[in-house]
């Protein structure tokens, strides 16, 4: 069994103009996934998601206004940070399609373990807000199809992207049967992650302070994280990769560097080896420069593979 690595280049026309989530992300991760290490990877486009895989994490009206939103030409700016260019819907939609897939033949035993290489990214969608370059949160829904598709039971979200996954965090929130635990620099946007925001006892934050290097973020895993996610047992972890705690990254202060990133998918894939059969969907969500996001998308798909071998 392999790697599924599912992208489409409807993900690399979404374009918000002056943002640093930009089209040129995806082509530095399809660069550095050109080496031969990677030919054993099965290569698949995302298909288009059904509104109803949406559906299980956002409104049917969510869904229709952001498709309503989505200027024919020219841009509609949602937020500061958020903006729709022509392609954006499709764009969201494949990555929510590919997030859908990769929970699929991961499911089926068809590939041990699968990763998204897609945008825009997802974790700070909420139910009902886009927001933070996010539309659909891939994630979550993600982890809420395995369980309506595939009678898994309990769904982990591990999310190491320097911001707290919001959105994420909303739409578990009431739902004991969901895990989402993160790490992330706090303070630093969206505000929240707070350890004291434990859901229904099914969020685990640990906030890092801005400057905190991969031995925190190890802490961080070894005290709080891993032992977290044994207890809650999952039949399936979902990572929200986000590369931007690295130590180049632009937008924010952890320092982590490309081997920080190995050690972290490492432990996934062993927990994953040793509890859920090495069930793993991993979805993109931040990283900023494009050097550091080529050279550890690397890195993490690397060890994905080993995993599947
Ligand atoms: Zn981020």
Redesign the pocket.
């Known amino acids: 069994m392999t790697t599924l690595l599912l992208s489409h280049q409807i993900c690399v026309r979404h374009e918000m103009p002056g943002s640093p989530e930009s089209p040129a992300r995806l082509e530095a991760i399809e660069q550095a996934l050109q080496s031969e290490q990677f030919s054993s990877l099965q290569r698949e486009d995302c298909p288009q998601a059904r509104k109803d895989h949406i559906a299980l994490a956002h409104g049917g009206d969510y869904i229709d206004a952001i498709c309503d939103l989505t200027p024919e030409k020219g841009y509609f700016a949602i937020d500061g940070d958020t903006t729709l260019c022509p392609h954006s819907y499709e764009a969201a939609m494949k990555a929510a399609g590919g997030a859908v897939r990769a929970v699929d033949a991961v499911m089926s035993g068809e590939v041990n373990n699968a990763f998204c290489a897609v945008r825009p990214?997802g974790?700070?969608a909420t139910k009902h807000q886009a927001m933070?370059?996010c539309l659909f949160n891939n994630a979550a829904i993600a982890a809420l199809h395995a369980r309506k598709q595939h009678g898994a039971e309990r769904l982990a979200v591990i999310d190491f992207?320097?911001?707290h996954g919001n959105g994420t965090q909303d739409i578990f929130w009431d739902e004991p049967d969901m895990f989402y635990g993160s790490t992330?620099q706090m303070p630093l946007?969206p505000g929240t992650g707070a350890v004291s925001e434990t859901g229904a006892g099914n969020i685990v934050n640990t906030p890092l302070k801005s400057g905190a290097d991969g031995a925190k973020i190890k802490e961080a895993f070894n005290d709080r994280l891993l032992p977290a996610l044994f207890d809650f047992s999952p039949d399936l972890i979902v990572i929200s990769a986000?590369f931007?705690?690295h130590i180049d990254d632009p937008?924010?202060g952890l320092r982590l560097t490309t081997q920080d990133f190995r050690w972290l998918t490492l432990k996934l894939a062993e927990f994953a080896d040793n509890h859920c059969d090495g069930r793993v969907v991993s979805l993109l969500?931040?990283?900023?420069d494009l050097r550091a996001l080529g050279d550890c998308v690397a890195t993490h798909v690397d060890v994905l593979l080993d995993a599947g071998l």
């Open positions: 990214p974790h700070h933070g370059f992207d320097v911001h992330h946007y986000g931007d705690a937008l924010a969500e931040g990283g900023y």
